[in-house]
C-alpha cells in the first residue's frame, strides 16, 4: 500500500512538469518514483533538466535519460520534488533518512517551488517520532552528541552497511537524534541548531514547502501551507 502511495503521489507531482522546466529532483523511494515517470516522460518527448540531490538519485537520472546541470549552470530552478520522513499540520518537514538532507536544502532553496511527496504515514501532528537527522563534521560528533542529549534526544551515530560511520555525499557524518513526537517549535529549533558549531546541516525544513501531495487510500490530497 505504501509503495502504490509514493507513486500516486509521484504521479501527481509528474503533472506539475512541464516542457523547459529545470527540476530539482529529490532522493529517497519515493523521489525514486518521481525519476523514473519523469525518465518516462523525457523517452516520449518531455524535454526538461535536473539537479540531483544525491549521488544515487543522479545516477538513476543517467540511466533514464534524465539530463542534468548544475547550479552554477543554473541556481534558480522551477521545481522542486522530494520526499519526506515527516510533515506537520505547517508544513515543517523531517529530512534525511536517506542521508542527503544537505544538497536537498540547498536544492529546495533554490527552487521557485518546492513541492513534497508522501504517502500518508509520513503526516504527523508533531514533529519528532522519525529521528532528526543532523549532518556533523566528524570533529564534533561528541559535543553535539552532548547537547542533543541534554535536550533530552537519544543519539545514534548512523553507520554503513559495513559498521563503519555512513559518509554522506560531502563527507560528512550524521546524529540520527530521537527526541520523541515533542519538536512542538520547529523553526525556532531549527535556527537553534543551525547556529551549533559543527552542524553542517539539519533536517528540519521550515518555511520551504509549498504544498505536500499525500496519497492516501485511493486519492491524493493537496496540503498547502
Ligand atoms: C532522503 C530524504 C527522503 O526524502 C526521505 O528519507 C523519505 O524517503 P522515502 O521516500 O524513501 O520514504 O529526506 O534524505
Redesign the pocket.
Known sequence: MSDTA?RMAALAAAELVQNGMCLGI??????EHFISILGERVQSGLSITGIATSDRSAAMCRRLGIGLTSLDETPVLDLAI????EFDGGLNLI???????LR?KIVAAAAKRFIVIADGSKQVDVLGAFPLPIEIIPMARIPISRRLADLGASVALRLDAAGTPFQTDEGHWILDSAFGPKISAPEAFAKDLSAWPGVVEH?LFCGMTERVLVATADKVTTIRS
Request: net charge negative; charged share 25%; glycine share 40%.
Open positions: 509514493k529529490g532522493t529517497g523511494s519515493t523521489a522530494d520526499g519526506t520522513d529530512k534525511g533518512g536517506g542521508g542527503a538532507l536537498e533536517g
